[in-house]
């Protein structure tokens, strides 16, 4: 057998030709995507005309028909045009101008003399409340004078009306030195007739019991005492002075 070359003695493996063919055309098919990839975003974009002329609207034999699906779009209102308002008068214009803030002098001297007119007004109002209890004070003072001064005449005169009704029923004894006083007291009740008399007690001797004795027996026999004019003068119990002589 002849020598074959180095090489000869080895056989290809079956599928490995079918390999190397489809790597070779994947590839050449990656570098035409590459190529064609890179030339599609390179290249200039296409551009849109639009026609800004403005054509004459179509009348109604030659106004194409509204396709169904399309709608006429609504047209705005008209802006009505509003008459400016009349121009403000000087007046309005002053009355509406904010007042210019106060400083704070303003202010204290405004609160002085708040404070002062309100201590003022307390013034005179203390003043005229003073007047008016002085005045009521001195009118109740007057009233209770009045009706003391009444209280004590219709008490005086009724008591000289008992001390007359007494004496007009007593009988001195004789032999009477000085103007000896005794006092007695007189427990009465008020009845129709007057003080009907209850009970008569010596309470200061004269130091003549028969003086104190005659005065005593006058006082009964006076019963019943004479009745004050105004009923609230009646007393239940009298004190009743007695001297010969009048003072």
């Known amino acids: 057998m002849a020598d074959l070359p180095y090489f000869a003695h080895i056989r290809p493996e079956p599928g490995k030709r079918v390999a190397w063919v489809l790597t070779v055309l994947m590839h050449v098919l990656l570098a035409m995507i590459l190529i064609y990839g890179i030339r599609w975003q390179t290249s200039a974009p296409e551009t849109i005309s639009v026609d800004l002329v403005r054509y004459p609207a179509p009348t109604d034999a030659t106004k194409p028909a509204m396709p169904p699906q399309e709608q006429k779009v609504p047209r705005r209102p008209q802006k009505v045009e509003q008459e400016a308002p009349p121009a403000p008068s000087k ?18 001297t405004q609160s002085i003399d708040a404070i002062a007119k309100f201590l003022q007004h307390e013034v005179n109002r203390t003043r005229q409340n003073r007047v008016v209890d ?58 129709e007739a007057g003080g009907e008399i ?46 010969p002589l009048e003072d």
């Open 91 to 108: 007046a309005e214009i002053l009355r509406k101008e904010p007042e210019k803030p106060k400083s704070i002098k303003e202010k204290a």
């Open 134 to 191: 002085e005045a009521a004070r001195a009118q109740a003072q007057l009233k209770a004078n009045q009706a003391a001064a009444a209280h004590n005449k219709g008490l005086a005169d009724y008591l000289t009306k008992i001390r007359g009704k007494i004496r007009g029923n007593i009988v001195l004894p004789p032999a009477i030195n000085g103007n000896p006083e005794s006092i007695f007291i007189v427990t009465q009740v008020l009845t």
């Open 198 to 243: 209850l009970s008569v007690k010596l309470k200061t001797p004269s130091g003549n019991p028969a003086l104190d004795a005659a005065v005593e027996r006058a006082i009964l026999k006076s019963s019943p005492l004479p009745k004050p004019d105004d009923p609230s003068l009646f007393e239940r119990e009298l004190s009743i002075k007695y001297r």
